[in-house]
């Protein structure tokens, strides 16, 4: 199970994803949704690994994610794009399908290099400072962008659209869809390999009694520093696919309403689950989607539904749980499928 339900997985989410929209089977709307679902996954899977594993509270995600944003749209679009900010592009815009990742990437160590300067100061301390400095983060970083006119300031940055336009005249291909498909497998694999291992152990520690491992000769201040550098630094990634999904971002983008976002997201599917944090992401933006009708009043429907959920579910979709911890069958459906196949390989 353990070698082969994850690659299953990947290949059915694959085949219902990225097939699909290759075959034009999915309109443009559906694979906006399909985008934005993947992209709030790798933003739920990376701030449970702080609020979750870690037993800490940051409540200004969004900062990083806006690091990120702008990170790789100020990178793709000086170097590719002719437009008002930077002038002509550099770069052919044959390279669009080579520098897109590369500028994701550049915009997660981005992320996580301003992690750096406030993980260093906040993990001096315990409590809720960091959630007090992430807060102030997140209020910094709206001001920051805002007067910073030669990226647009409060007027927002445009041009990703022609980046992305770009890559489909090259080669006919969902690339939003696909690279956020790759980038989701990479955050699952990544954050489920590193509380697995035994600096992850070491984390859930912390969680349950820092001074219990401090005492045990765990690097707490260490640790924590590197675990809130990962999950920002996957933020920053997700901000760079948020920025070409949606084409236009301005600081308002990345302000409290969507940290506020990613904190329902993962109090919704669990503390400490990654199978949570999947399906409280698929289930949150879907839900969006569908009070939109609703206009301002889904506002109203949205936290209602939250609140009832907690009354009833305070520990959230899965609470501590995996998928498979809550529906044991699938293992041995799996073991079943993985025999199947590999006997059919061999006969063949």
């Not at 690659?7 to 085949?15: K, M, N």
């Not at 647009?152 to 336009?165: D, E, L, N, Y």
């Not at 999950?231 to 309403?257: E, K």
């Not at 919704?268 to 698929?282: C, E, H, R, W």
Request: proline content about 4%; overall charge positive; charged content about 10%.
């Amino acid at each position: 199970m353990k070698r082969f339900g994850m690659p299953t997985l990947i290949g059915i989410s694959f085949l219902f994803c990225i097939v699909p929209s290759w075959l034009g089977w999915f309109s443009n709307y559906i694979q906006f949704i399909i985008t934005l679902i993947g992209i709030n996954i790798i933003l739920t899977v990376s701030l449970n690994l702080i609020n979750g594993y870690m037993g800490e509270f940051s409540v200004g995600h969004a900062a990083f994610m806006g690091v990120g944003a702008y990170t790789s749209s100020l990178l793709t679009v000086y170097l590719l794009t002719e437009n008002p900010f930077f002038g002509k592009a550099i770069l052919p815009e044959e390279l669009s399908i080579l520098i897109f990742p590369i500028s994701l990437l550049i915009g997660g160590v981005a992320a996580a290099l301003f992690s750096l300067l406030i993980a260093i100061p906040s993990f001096r301390t315990r409590g809720d400072y960091l959630a007090i400095v992430t807060l102030a983060v997140n209020f910094i970083f709206k001001s920051a962008i805002e007067n910073i006119d030669a990226i647009g300031g409060p007027r927002g940055f445009m041009g990703m659209g022609k980046v992305v336009k770009a890559m489909d005249n090259l080669v006919s291909f969902p690339w939003l869809i696909f690279w956020t498909f790759l980038v989701v497998v990479f955050s699952i694999f990544i954050i489920r390999n590193f509380v697995n291992s035994t600096m992850g152990k070491s984390i859930v520690a912390i969680r349950d009694d820092e001074i219990a491992s401090e005492l045990m000769t765990v690097n707490t201040r260490w640790l924590k520093i590197v675990a809130f550098m990962l999950s920002c630094g996957l933020a920053g990634v997700a901000g760079g696919l948020h920025a070409h999904t949606v084409t236009f971002i301005n600081p308002s983008s990345y302000f409290i309403l969507q940290s506020t976002y990613i904190l329902v997201m993962v109090y919704l599917g669990g503390m400490g689950s990654l199978s949570g944090s999947v399906i409280s992401a698929i289930v949150f933006t879907i839900l969006l989607e569908l009070l939109r009708p609703l206009d301002v009043w889904r506002w109203v429907a949205t936290p209602l539904l939250l609140i009832i959920l907690m009354l009833f579910r305070p520990t959230g979709i899965m609470g501590s749980r995996e998928l498979l911890d809550v529906f044991p069958k699938l293992k041995k459906y799996f073991s079943s499928l993985q025999e199947r196949l590999t006997n059919a390989f061999i006969k063949s």
